[in-house]
Structures are given as C-alpha cells and as structure tokens.
C-alpha cells in the first residue's frame, strides 16, 4: 500500500514513532488500517516523510473529510469511500455528510477524468440508495423539481441531494426531466398538486415558459423556484432564487411554505433536522 519495503517501514517506526503496529504473540507487526490510508495520502502529497506523518497523524484521529474522500475515490475504491462516508454518518447528520464530504470529494477531480467520472456515478449510487430508505412522506406538501442538468454534471449530483433533502423533510417530492413533453405532464400534476416548481440544472427559458404555464394551469398557487442559477439572473424575474447548497435551499423552502400566506395555501412544512 504504501510502496516501501518493510525495513523502511520499521524504520519509520523507530524513528517517528508512527505508523505504531501492534505486536501478535509471535512478533508480528499489525498496523491500523486508518494509519496507513493517513499516510499514504499525506506522502503522495508532500513527497517528504516526516511532513507526511505530520499531516497523517492529525489526519488519521479526524472525522471523515473531503480530502480523505478524495484519495478513497482517487483510488478507484468504493468499500474505502464507503467506510469514510459511514463514519461521517456517525458524528454528522445525512444532509452534512453529503454537503460536507461527499459533493467536496467529487467536486475536488477534474470534470471529464477518469477519477471524476467513477466518483460522479458513486455519488450518485449513494444518493440513490439514501433516497430508497428515506422515511415516507408525512406531509401533503408537494415540491415538484425539473432537473435540467446532463449526466456526469455536478448539478446533477446537487439535484439529487435537494431531492433527498426534501423527502426527509417529509415533503412529497418529484422530479422530472426539463425536456418532458408538456402535453403528458397532466397526470403528474394533478397526482402531486405541487406548492411549490423547482428549476435546476441548465434551463431554456422557452421550454421553462411551457412548464410554468401548464404547471400553474393545474396547480393553482404553485411557487417558482430556481435552484443553482438554473435561468439566468436579469434582474426583472419574479422567480424566487434558492441555495447554492441543498440544506440552504431547504431552509428556504420550508420558510416559505411555513409563512403567512393567502387562504388556501398549502399546508405547513416541518422543520427539516440537521
């Protein structure tokens, strides 16, 4: 793992006092695993041995962090990226863990190298799975997001963070595609009777004219939201402008929906736990 010989290795022991194995009954040394990920990172970083156990050390006692993440995912190892994000899960809530570690660790790589593609589609296997055991929805509320951003971009990856935000906030939630056909989205308005439209990704203001239209015909008070610069700020637009992170924009969701508002509003939102 980390390239040396074992004579090396245990001369970095007797010198630096780390990585410190423990010994088997019949002498072997048995390092920790955290130790030697610490310090195989931090060496391909500085290149220099004793700043790398330097920077390992405090490395190595710390909570998962982006950085960490990164190298776990430079590496092309999804078990090693999975044990970094189930300890973030043990000292921050889900929402943290994803703003805080996972969409820093992805956003870390070169758009279009190979290390970014695996760690683009890991993240989004994550959010996936986190979405199929959210809780189901407790409110009526609906949030209704059109997501306009390409496969592999960062937006995406945020788009399916709002959405898993919003679900365990207990809202009713869909998402559908910016380029769906206006004349079938009937059905889903009128399962969904959303409150509020959410615009995310990269967004024609043609076709958003379309779905706005059709979205108000059917929901009458429904709220238009744009989520990370979806459209573009001219200043004269009434859209309401959300985020850039998707705990922000919750935040704002929820203070809207829980505001004073005209009769026949949509219910109250619960508070959203972080």
Same mark, same amino acid.
């Not at 022991?13 to 195989?40: C, D, K, S, V, W």
């Not at 059109?146 to 945020?158: I, N």
């Not at 967004?203 to 979806?230: I, K, N, P, Q, T």
């Given at each position: 793992m980390l390239g040396v010989s074992a004579n090396t290795l245990r001369s970095w022991e007797r010198r630096f006092a780390y990585p410190m194995p423990q010994r088997t009954e019949g002498g072997h040394r048995q390092f920790e695993l955290r130790e030697i990920q610490a310090l195989r990172q931090a060496? *391909?970083?500085?290149?220099?041995?004793?700043?790398?156990? &330097? +920077? @390992?050390?405090e490395r190595g006692e710390g909570p998962s962090s982006p950085e960490r993440l990164r190298f776990a995912l430079a590496s092309?190892? *999804?078990?090693?990226?999975?044990?970094?994000?189930?300890? &973030? +899960? @043990?000292?921050?809530?889900?929402?943290?863990?994803?703003?805080?570690?996972?969409?820093?660790?992805?956003?870390?790589?070169?758009?279009?190298?190979?290390?970014?593609?695996?760690?683009?589609?890991?993240?989004?296997?994550?959010?996936?799975?986190?979405q199929r055991v959210a809780p189901p929805a407790s409110l009526p509320t609906g949030v209704l997001i059109f997501d306009g951003a390409d496969p592999l971009e960062l937006d995406s990856l945020y788009v399916q963070a709002l959405e898993l935000f919003l679900r365990r906030a207990g809202l009713r939630v869909l998402t559908l595609p910016v380029d769906l056909q206006v004349t079938r989205l009937g059905s889903a308005l009128r399962a969904l009777n959303p409150a509020a439209l959410v615009l995310a990704g990269s967004c024609e203001l043609e076709v958003v004219g379309r779905l706005v239209y059709a979205s108000r015909v059917a929901s009458e008070g429904v709220s238009v939201f744009d989520y990370r610069g979806a459209l573009p700020d001219t200043g004269a637009s009434t859209v309401k402008r959300l985020g850039p992170g998707a705990i922000a924009a919750v935040e704002q969701l929820r203070e809207w929906l829980d505001g004073d508002r005209s009769a026949g509003a949509c219910p109250r939102a619960s508070a959203l736990a972080l």
């Amino acid at each position: 793992m980390l390239g040396v010989s074992a004579n090396t290795l245990r001369s970095w022991e007797r010198r630096f006092a780390y990585p410190m194995p423990q010994r088997t009954e019949g002498g072997h040394r048995q390092f920790e695993l955290r130790e030697i990920q610490a310090l195989r990172q931090a060496f *391909e970083e500085t290149q220099n041995i004793s700043s790398a156990i &330097s +920077l @390992a050390r405090e490395r190595g006692e710390g909570p998962s962090s982006p950085e960490r993440l990164r190298f776990a995912l430079a590496s092309f190892t *999804e078990h090693e990226a999975d044990l970094l994000l189930e300890e &973030s +899960l @043990a000292v921050r809530s889900v929402e943290r863990t994803v703003e805080s570690v996972l969409l820093p660790g992805v956003q870390s790589f070169d758009p279009g190298s190979p290390e970014y593609c695996f760690a683009w589609r890991y993240a989004s296997r994550w959010l996936s799975s986190a979405q199929r055991v959210a809780p189901p929805a407790s409110l009526p509320t609906g949030v209704l997001i059109f997501d306009g951003a390409d496969p592999l971009e960062l937006d995406s990856l945020y788009v399916q963070a709002l959405e898993l935000f919003l679900r365990r906030a207990g809202l009713r939630v869909l998402t559908l595609p910016v380029d769906l056909q206006v004349t079938r989205l009937g059905s889903a308005l009128r399962a969904l009777n959303p409150a509020a439209l959410v615009l995310a990704g990269s967004c024609e203001l043609e076709v958003v004219g379309r779905l706005v239209y059709a979205s108000r015909v059917a929901s009458e008070g429904v709220s238009v939201f744009d989520y990370r610069g979806a459209l573009p700020d001219t200043g004269a637009s009434t859209v309401k402008r959300l985020g850039p992170g998707a705990i922000a924009a919750v935040e704002q969701l929820r203070e809207w929906l829980d505001g004073d508002r005209s009769a026949g509003a949509c219910p109250r939102a619960s508070a959203l736990a972080l």
